[in-house]
């Protein structure tokens, strides 16, 4: 199975974040509720499972939402309370994978902000900065790298920004720009965000050693037990797993659940490793347990293929059944799925007609991509379409990536 990265690369924009609430003193919790006032609803924050709350965090989450309800019940128009909101809603989609109610909740406060005209650039240009973040981890790629061009009209010596438009000319295609930002995002700040996108980069383009070594700095520069530096790891382990040693790998997330306690991607690929081993019960015990803790589709999807390698045709299909459901919520939430549709049905239901339908709604936004054309010439290549699988291998190979798939692809396509 094709090592899955569980959120996209924009996300990382958001990783710092966590620093700015981190930063304020927490208070008494307060009840978590949806506050109505006579002007306007707010949004409420959802109460985070037992196993991630991690103490003070959650504490803080819900002092800083508290803050900012307080705040724009004075004053609806209050920009930097409605910020702030935003961020916490970022942060607790990372965290709780509760992406269809918090990110549509970010996006709507982050527009009545830009909706209005703004004399204080450094609010629009959080705002925008935010609200291209949150496209970005709903894949609207596009329409990320507009706002995101914007942002950067206000401030051009910000690395946040850079960061944003690295991951939009990354998913569209442009690895040329992609490159070009995340020099200057390295060169503004060189820290855990910026050497995440340069170990990507590097990955990209078939430098396997170096992206460990970038990503090695991420970690280095991030504080145990943060989310942010969890996941930074985590992708590490996932670069270990792929290109080195999954013994490496499987230190690498054991080494994130003794400094960030049932953190669920970890256990999930702990999962992966014991089913590589041929450990099918103690992969599907991890699997439940990291579904228990957020709803990940991906930990679903992953489970399903257990039950059907080990013979339970029916418990496979059950949870297929639900994948579906959690998709279309996804879809309903304002998340385009077509990349996590195709997958889905091309591995669990094996349904390659459908699947080629989805992959090719995603090319025909990004025909440049390499995992857009990569999917497809796997597609291709297992309907036993030659000639179109050699094509999208053609774009998919041309940055030299080392990638399992491409390296299998190239096996299967050899004249």
Same mark, same amino acid.
């Given at each position: 199975?094709?090592?899955?990265?569980?959120?996209?690369?924009?996300?990382?924009?958001?990783?710092?974040?966590?620093?700015?609430?981190?930063?304020?003193?927490?208070?008494?919790?307060?009840?978590?509720?949806?506050? @109505?006032?006579?002007?306007?609803?707010?949004?409420?924050?959802?109460?985070?499972?037992?196993?991630?709350?991690?103490?003070?965090?959650?504490?803080?989450?819900?002092?800083?939402?508290?803050?900012?309800?307080?705040?724009?019940?004075?004053?609806?128009?209050?920009?930097?309370?409605?910020?702030?909101?935003?961020?916490?809603?970022?942060?607790?989609?990372?965290?709780?994978?509760?992406?269809?109610?918090?990110?549509?909740?970010?996006?709507?406060?982050?527009?009545?902000?830009?909706?209005?005209?703004?004399?204080?650039?450094?609010?629009?240009?959080?705002?925008?900065?935010?609200?291209?973040?949150?496209? $970005? @981890?709903?894949?609207?790629?596009?329409?990320?790298?507009?706002?995101?061009?914007?942002?950067?009209?206000?401030?051009?010596?910000?690395?946040?920004?850079?960061?944003?438009?690295?991951?939009?000319?990354?998913?569209?295609?442009?690895?040329?720009?992609?490159?070009?930002?995340?020099?200057?995002?390295?060169?503004?700040?060189?820290?855990?965000? @910026?050497?995440?996108?340069?170990?990507?980069?590097?990955?990209?383009?078939?430098?396997?050693?170096?992206?460990?070594?970038?990503?090695?700095?991420?970690?280095?520069?991030?504080?145990?037990?943060?989310?942010?530096?969890?996941?930074?790891?985590?992708?590490?382990?996932?670069?270990?797993?792929?290109?080195?040693? @999954?013994?490496?790998?499987?230190?690498?997330?054991?080494?994130?659940?003794?400094?960030?306690?049932?953190?669920?991607?970890?256990?999930?690929?702990?999962?992966?490793?014991?089913?590589?081993?041929?450990?099918?019960?103690?992969?599907?015990?991890?699997?439940?347990?990291?579904?228990?803790?957020?709803?990940?589709?991906?930990?679903?999807?992953?489970?399903?293929?257990?039950?059907?390698?080990?013979?339970?045709?029916?418990?496979?299909?059950?949870?297929?059944?639900?994948? $579906?459901?959690?998709?279309?919520?996804?879809?309903?939430?304002?998340?385009?799925?077509?990349?996590?549709?195709?997958?889905?049905?091309?591995?669990?239901?094996?349904?390659?007609?459908?699947? $080629?339908?989805?992959?090719?709604?995603?090319?025909?936004?990004?025909?440049?991509?390499?995992?857009?054309?990569? $999917?497809?010439?796997?597609?291709?290549?297992?309907?036993?379409?030659?000639?179109?699988?050699?094509?999208?291998?053609?774009?998919?190979?041309?940055?030299?990536?080392?990638?399992?798939?491409?390296?299998?692809?190239?096996?299967?396509?050899?004249?």
């Amino acid at each position: 199975m094709k090592i899955k990265r569980h959120l996209s690369l924009g996300a990382l924009l958001c990783l710092l974040l966590s620093f700015c609430i981190a930063c304020q003193q927490p208070s008494t919790p307060v009840e978590v509720a949806v506050a @109505s006032f006579a002007k306007k609803s707010y949004p409420k924050l959802l109460t985070r499972p037992a196993a991630i709350q991690y103490g003070q965090e959650w504490d803080k989450m819900q002092s800083a939402y508290s803050q900012a309800l307080n705040a724009l019940k004075k004053n609806d128009k209050d920009h930097k309370a409605a910020l702030q909101m935003a961020r916490v809603f970022i942060i607790e989609a990372r965290v709780t994978g509760e992406h269809g109610h918090y990110y549509p909740s970010a996006l709507n406060l982050l527009d009545s902000i830009l909706t209005n005209k703004l004399t204080d650039r450094n609010i629009e240009f959080q705002a925008k900065s935010l609200k291209a973040s949150v496209l $970005l @981890s709903q894949h609207e790629f596009i329409e990320a790298l507009q706002v995101g061009l914007e942002a950067a009209q206000e401030y051009s010596y910000n690395a946040q920004i850079y960061g944003v438009l690295t991951d939009a000319y990354v998913e569209l295609g442009d690895y040329e720009k992609a490159i070009a930002m995340a020099d200057k995002m390295v060169s503004l700040r060189p820290d855990l965000r @910026s050497y995440s996108r340069v170990s990507y980069l590097r990955e990209i383009h078939g430098d396997t050693d170096g992206a460990i070594e970038a990503m090695k700095l991420a970690v280095a520069a991030g504080y145990p037990g943060y989310e942010d530096t969890a996941w930074a790891r985590l992708t590490l382990g996932e670069l270990y797993e792929q290109y080195g040693s @999954s013994v490496e790998a499987e230190a690498q997330y054991n080494r994130i659940l003794s400094e960030r306690e049932d953190y669920p991607f970890a256990i999930a690929a702990l999962a992966g490793i014991a089913e590589k081993k041929g450990d099918m019960e103690k992969a599907e015990s991890l699997l439940k347990k990291a579904c228990a803790i957020i709803p990940e589709v991906g930990f679903y999807e992953q489970l399903a293929t257990i039950y059907l390698n080990t013979n339970r045709q029916a418990e496979a299909d059950k949870l297929n059944k639900e994948v $579906l459901v959690m998709l279309e919520d996804d879809v309903l939430h304002g998340h385009n799925m077509n990349m996590e549709y195709a997958r889905f049905y091309m591995d669990n239901l094996g349904d390659l007609d459908k699947a $080629l339908d989805y992959a090719l709604t995603e090319y025909e936004k990004r025909p440049n991509n390499i995992d857009v054309n990569t $999917l497809l010439a796997v597609i291709y290549q297992k309907g036993s379409k030659m000639t179109e699988a050699k094509k999208h291998y053609t774009i998919a190979s041309r940055t030299n990536s080392q990638d399992q798939e491409l390296r299998l692809l190239s096996d299967y396509l050899a004249d």
